[in-house]
């Protein structure tokens, strides 16, 4: 965010910060990243020049917050700490929303930037400490993989439905686009959610080393330093799982937000260490996650009630998806790889 226009901070926003945190600020920008409506973030300057990002959360779990705590405790590389309260806590309660600050570490993120071997191998060491964390305190509170994703299923069918059945004399421009998008691999969508349904139940009956694992590492998640300094945010999605949840953004064929120089895989599994990833989990893992962002991305794009940026840009992502190199590209592949 470098170079862009200081705003004063609200000045509600910055007493709770000095209530609660201790810190006097003096600016601060509003960010636009994330997809979560509800919340707002802000990167604020302290009078000493600091940077810092400030958050109101008015949704989800203070999950994002507890487990990066956790693994910095634990010396974790690459981890965004967040700053405590006074009186010790990693956000504070106001409005009935959770006020949380953490050090602003870099403006540079994966996929806009320099990304060097050096960076994978620092994205490879992130998960690996992540993924070897003992499981106790906080960490064993986390959802457990269970190979169900039923939420995902029924949610992909929901909107297979609706899509499909979309009127292109009275539907909107961006409903008609995705409608027709959607039809277009509406039989590989049905196709490859059978495929992970009956993958699901194949290893729902197989014992599970379940680790912490972030579960939605993509590069849009990764910021870059100096040196092949990484950071990894965002953990709202952390999870018990097994590591094939994470490695799936890279050893599944490639992660969201692939930079044009693709993915170094062996800077990565250097920094990561020796692996034998389980490909019926990669399948598995990365065909959930592919229906679930073909439905969410596709339900956005039919939304009328979103501003008119929005739904281009989830049809752009939706666009991707489907592409010849796309997630569900992806997936369908990594299904008949495995002959299923």
Not at 167 to 196: C, F, I, K, N, S
């Amino acid at each position: 965010m470098t170079g862009d226009p200081i705003v004063p901070v609200d000045d509600r926003i910055a007493s709770w910060v000095a209530a609660d945190f201790g810190l006097t600020l003096v600016s601060a920008v509003p960010v636009g990243f994330g997809a979560d409506p509800t919340a707002r973030l802000w990167r604020a300057t302290t009078g000493d020049g600091a940077a810092w990002a400030v958050k109101l959360s008015g949704g989800g779990s203070p999950t994002g917050l507890l487990v990066p705590a956790r693994l910095a405790g634990r010396g974790v590389p690459g981890i965004v700490a967040p700053r405590r309260t006074r009186d010790g806590r990693v956000y504070a309660l106001r409005d009935g929303r959770r006020l949380s600050v953490a050090p602003w570490v870099s403006d540079e993120r994966a996929p806009a930037g320099d990304l060097r071997p050096a960076h994978w191998r620092g994205y490879g060491a992130v998960l690996a400490a992540t993924h070897a964390t003992p499981v106790t305190g906080e960490l064993a509170d986390l959802p457990r993989e269970d190979h169900t994703h039923t939420a995902v299923g029924a949610a992909t069918r929901r909107t297979d439905q609706r899509l499909r059945g979309v009127d292109d004399r009275t539907a909107d421009g961006w409903t008609r686009r995705v409608a027709a998008r959607w039809r277009a691999v509406a039989a590989d969508v049905a196709t490859l959610l059978d495929q992970v349904d009956r993958l699901g139940a194949r290893l729902r009956a197989r014992p599970a080393d379940l680790v912490v694992c972030h579960g939605d590492p993509h590069l849009g998640n990764l910021l870059l330093g100096p040196d092949g300094q990484v950071w990894l945010i965002d953990w709202d999605d952390a999870v018990l799982a097994p590591r094939e949840r994470d490695l799936m953004f890279v050893l599944g064929g490639g992660p969201a937000f692939a930079p044009p120089s693709g993915v170094d895989e062996a800077a990565f599994l250097a920094g990561y260490g020796p692996v034998r990833p389980d490909p019926l989990r990669l399948a598995y893992h990365l065909g959930v996650r592919a229906l679930d962002d073909m439905w969410s991305w596709a339900a956005d794009v039919a939304d009328p009630a979103l501003p008119e940026a929005d739904r281009v840009r989830a049809l752009s992502i939706v666009d991707g998806l489907v592409s010849p190199v796309g997630l569900l590209s992806l997936a369908r592949r990594a299904m008949r790889d495995l002959g299923r």
